[in-house]
């Protein structure tokens, strides 16, 4: 059979493959009705399952009449109904709760209180494709974090709220609030990316670079954060880190460094609308600040009191930057940054004085982050739902900086017919900020200029730093004044991105069911820089640049799943199929460094001269087809295999070379379980496994083609990569 990879997901392919799927379905459930009971008299028996600690209600827990495969599961309310005989045995199971068998004894209703095992559910994790399995069936390493976890100590990013919980993975940031934060998981695995996990969110994938850095103008390099921090960490439920190949065969190309799967909270609790406001105020306060000489001023000499009898010494150069001046605190005089002056206008000399606390007099006292949400839940008959709204608002230790958010979450459920269910998960995110201060090394870096600032000028005298016209106060020609930095350049950003997806499950027996679902993940942001005139990088009336991008992502799934037990065997298999189309297009103008502005404080792409204007526009698009299956089989809850196995074809690769398979398999043994250890030991257990994954290239890399090399005067140039490409190119294996 021949795949062909198409550059956009048509959609009555789609629609023709789900009806395909649905037809198949129904003709799965007639083959697997059984009659119920046959010569025998039968009863219907209905009831609600709910927990015995808290009320809350359980869906999908099976129902099985004890020594035959007839059965149900519970609907979304908690209940069933199920016909049998008069005398049978019902048996309940859910995971993380203890089985229950309970004899029917001809009565028409039966409402159960499933007790919960505390061993089962420390044991239950989200799994790929968001299958729910015992930790110790499992033949890789799965990390867990409760909401619990994250709301202790409240985060505007996710990932920082889960550093130092899971072990072999490495969390870091690039800054302070909203920038870049890294995971890594169990060590960097390749020299050619970011080696980021894949992040997925209810279901639906988005990966979180950090190479997140823009800004224009000379110097103005600016962090404005990567995608994982516009998710609310008050939207949470649990996660779970999927570690190594084995773990992330299942999710593609990208989930080659791991997989975090986000699971958002939803409505699981009868009794009537539930309203829960939450608001959390935290305070950075610097308990230590960065530690620079104070001992000696500015200057590449120093002197004594030997050198010049009165204790006067030569007025400062600027051009001397060394910190190996003169001492301070001596009792010496000399004319310094801003010195008086007197009737004539000649510079009075001032006593050398250290003042220590610069960096800190620049920066404000504390950074306060202030996160306020709503939620409202309900459980009915009808849909199931829960709807969030949340703000968050950040203002940061350096001067005018800021960071703001706004969460929209959704989650529903309705059971449409019996053992049909239809939901859905929504994120909305609107993230922010008037001005993002620059990080690179020196530039435009307000917080590398205040630690530069000689130890013999007060930077407060900095801050009045209008002169007029084009002119700002500065120590000298060379040096930047770090109040002009935060409050003269100005980098905004405004980011709004839309997460979700529809599904629909279908629980055919108590063993079958199939799922179909559709995910989206589009995003579009603006960044904006607006640079007054008085920075050296910009001499010419300031500068200005704008950038627009947007980028969107589709997923269309179909999984089915069967699961059974026989006597001391215990089976689950999946198998699917993915579609995935993926586009991105961006368009940039701004004044090329050191060109400026025709007229100053006017930021307008017009306002830029023909020949001193930046521009580019770039887009591209990628598709991947995939399909998938997974297997674990069991022996006496002592020995466990598992099995997936994924084929991709991706239009990135040469039509030739665009499929490439890539398996994995583990193995697990409950040694406790096999020999008797004590009572002291919970779990030992002994895994391995192999997989392989595979990758297919960036679009567009097969043929070298022309870009904008930028004009030279009247002329329009063109270039080539310099790097060699391979049209024949073969996937990436590991």
């Known amino acids: ?175 302070g609030t909203g920038s870049t934060v890294s995971m890594v998981i169990r060590g960097a695995t390749s020299m050619s990316t970011d080696n980021q996990p894949l992040f997925v969110i209810d279901g639906v994938p988005m990966t979180s670079s950090v190479n997140n850095v823009g800004g224009f103008g000379s110097g103005n390099l600016v962090d404005y954060g990567n995608s994982i921090s516009d998710i609310d960490p008050e939207s949470i439920e649990s996660i779970s880190i999927l570690k190594g190949p084995s773990a992330a065969a299942l999710y593609g190309t990208r989930a080659g460094n791991g997989v975090v799967l986000i699971t958002t909270k939803k409505a699981n609790q009868r009794g009537g609308m539930k309203v829960e406001v939450v608001s959390n105020t935290v305070f950075d306060i610097p308990s230590k600040y960065l530690d620079v000489q104070n001992r000696f001023g500015f200057g590449a000499r120093s002197y004594t009191d030997k050198t010049f009898a009165n204790g006067v010494i030569p007025p400062y150069n600027v051009s001397e930057v060394a910190g190996a001046g003169p001492e301070l605190n001596k009792g010496y005089w000399q004319v310094q940054p801003f010195a008086p002056l007197d009737a004539n206008g000649a510079a009075i000399p001032t006593e050398l004085i250290a003042y220590p606390d610069n960096y800190k007099n620049f920066i404000n006292r504390s950074a306060i982050t202030s996160t306020n949400s709503i939620s409202i839940s309900s459980v009915t008959d009808l849909v199931n739902y829960r709807l969030g709204i949340s703000n968050m608002t950040n203002k940061g230790l350096v001067p005018n900086s800021d960071l703001n958010r706004n969460n929209l979450t959704l989650s529903a459920t309705s059971e449409m017919r019996k053992g049909f269910t239809v939901s859905t998960d929504i994120n909305y995110t609107q993230n922010w900020a008037d001005n993002r201060p620059a990080t690179q ?80 993940n589009k995003s579009d942001e603006v960044r904006e820089t607006k640079m007054d005139p008085g920075f050296s990088g910009e001499p010419n009336n300031g500068a200005y640049g704008i950038v627009t991008s947007e980028s969107a992502e589709t997923n269309a799934d179909v999984l089915a799943t069967y699961k059974n037990n026989w006597n001391d065997f215990s089976l689950t298999a999946s198998a699917g199929g993915n579609v995935l189309y993926a586009n991105w297009s961006h368009i940039s103008n701004s004044s090329k460094p050191g060109s400026g502005l025709i007229i100053p404080y006017l930021y307008t792409v017009q306002n830029i001269e023909n020949t001193s204007l930046n521009y580019s526009n770039a887009r591209y698009e990628r598709a991947i087809h995939s399909m998938y299956a997974m297997g674990n089989l069991g022996w006496k809850d002592m020995v466990y295999l598992d099995l997936t196995a994924r084929n991709d074809w991706a239009s990135t690769l040469p039509s030739e070379n665009r499929s490439y398979f890539y398996p994995s398999s583990s193995l697990s043994f409950i040694v406790n379980n096999m020999f008797d250890l004590g009572k002291r030991i919970n779990l030992f257990k002994i895994r391995g496994g192999i997989a392989q994954v595979g990758n297919d290239t960036s679009p567009y890399s097969l043929y070298a083609t022309y870009f904008d090399a930028g004009q030279w005067g009247e002329a329009i140039r063109l270039g080539k990569p310099g790097n060699l490409l391979n049209p024949v190119l073969l996937p990436e294996e590991a």
């Open 441 to 520: 090394e020196r530039g435009a870096n307000p917080l590398q200029w205040a630690a530069w600032t000689p130890p013999n000028v007060d930077i407060r005298q900095l801050e009045a730093y209008k002169l007029g016209g084009n002119e700002v106060l500065t120590i000298g020609e060379g040096w930047e004044n770090p109040y002009f930095l935060v409050y003269g350049i100005n980098n905004r950003f405004k980011r709004n991105r839309l997460i979700g997806n529809v599904s629909a499950t279908w629980e055919v027996t108590p063993q079958l069911s199939f799922m179909g679902r559709y995910a989206l």
């Open 1 to 175: 059979m021949k795949i062909i990879i198409l550059q956009k997901i048509k959609s009555n392919n789609v629609l023709a493959f789900f009806l395909s799927v649905f037809f198949l379905v129904v003709l799965v459930e007639n083959c697997y009705a059984q009659p119920t009971g046959a010569g025998q008299n039968t009863i219907r028996v209905t009831g609600t399952v709910t927990s015995a600690i808290d009320g809350a209600i359980l869906p999908g827990v099976s129902i099985v009449v004890e020594g035959t495969t007839t059965g149900t599961v519970t609907d979304m309310d908690g209940t069933y109904s199920i016909e049998v005989p008069e005398n049978a045995t019902l048996v309940f199971s859910y995971l993380g709760f203890a089985l229950q068998k309970i004899a029917v004894g001809g009565r028409n209703s039966i409402n159960v209180l499933m007790v919960e095992s505390a061993e089962a559910l420390d044991e239950l994790v989200v799994t790929a494709l968001g299958i729910r399995r015992e930790e110790k069936s499992l033949g890789y390493s799965v990390g867990k974090i409760a909401s619990e976890e994250l709301s202790k100590v409240v985060h505007e990013n996710i990932l920082t709220s889960m550093a130092g919980k899971v072990t072999g993975v490495t969390i870091n940031s690039t800054g």
